[in-house]
């Protein structure tokens, strides 16, 4: 009960726990969550204080005892380059059922254990993201922005789908942006997406973004000469100042508390291809 208290009251720092300590603390937070989720004021911080600090100690016990779990033989078998020429012809000549050398075999079962392990350790960091998101839509203080750019054939629709599957709907938005409607070329062109920024506890991804904006039409200057925006340059000038409302924009919504995340996806022209094929 004296550790207990001294973590509630942030007075020790949460690595220093045994995995049995950990492991019994767990046990006791998990039980106060579920009478405070029972009780009538559920998840509201100012009338429940204590849940949120019950929320971020089982989230750091968890992480913890997520650590003490890691395989002993990881560093060894993460070493592992998937990229090596050699690597890709061991696991042709497997999957084509052709004797392996010792050295070959013990590759292949290398990788076998590194994809179960990584299938694991992805379903604790789901039960992490879904208690994460429960904290953001408590404290009902942030918001989070992923913004997802990538080459075509690259994978965002199907890396939105797998990295999320283990958050609740209901506090996530996802918007792809195709080409902009007569409505929203009639206003600037950060209009549709300020429309859809999330809002306070919630998750909100762009599938494409805004970026669009000084790329495909930078790119094809037809685009923007279609559009009924004013005469004059469209130099270096032009294409500046487009860089200047994008930083402005995220910086105003940095500092009212939203948290942008930004992934670019990239493939070789090789996997691109071969993924276009398979369409």
Known sequence: QKVFESYFNKKVDFAGLSKSQASGMLKKVRKLISEHRTSSSIHTSEKNPNYLKLMFMEQA??????????????????????????????????????????????????????????????????????????????????????????????????????????????????????????????????????????????????????YEEVLIVKVHPEILESRPIPYGLRGDEFWNARYEDINSMEEHLCRSGTVILKFFLHVSKEEQRNRFLKR
Do not use: C
């Open 61 to 210: 016990l968890q992480a913890q005892l997520d650590e003490y779990g890691m395989g002993s033989n990881n560093q060894e078998v993460m070493a592992i380059d998937m990229n090596d020429p050699a690597v890709k012809r061991t696991l042709d000549k497997a999957s084509k059922g052709q004797n392996l050398t010792p050295d070959e075999q013990k590759t292949v079962t290398a990788i076998a254990t590194m994809k179960k392990e990584a299938k694991k350790y992805i379903k604790q960091n789901l039960k992490q993201l879904k208690q994460a998101q429960e904290l953001l839509w408590a404290s009902n203080r942030r918001s989070m922005l992923l913004v997802f750019q990538a080459m075509d054939a690259a994978g965002k629709d199907s890396t939105i789908k797998h990295v999320m599957s283990g958050v609740n709907p209901q506090g996530v938005s996802v918007n792809s942006f195709k080409a902009p409607s007569s409505e929203e070329l009639d206003h600037n062109f950060l209009w549709r997406y300020w429309k859809r920024m999330p809002e306070r506890g919630k998750i909100g991804i762009f599938n494409r973004s805004y």
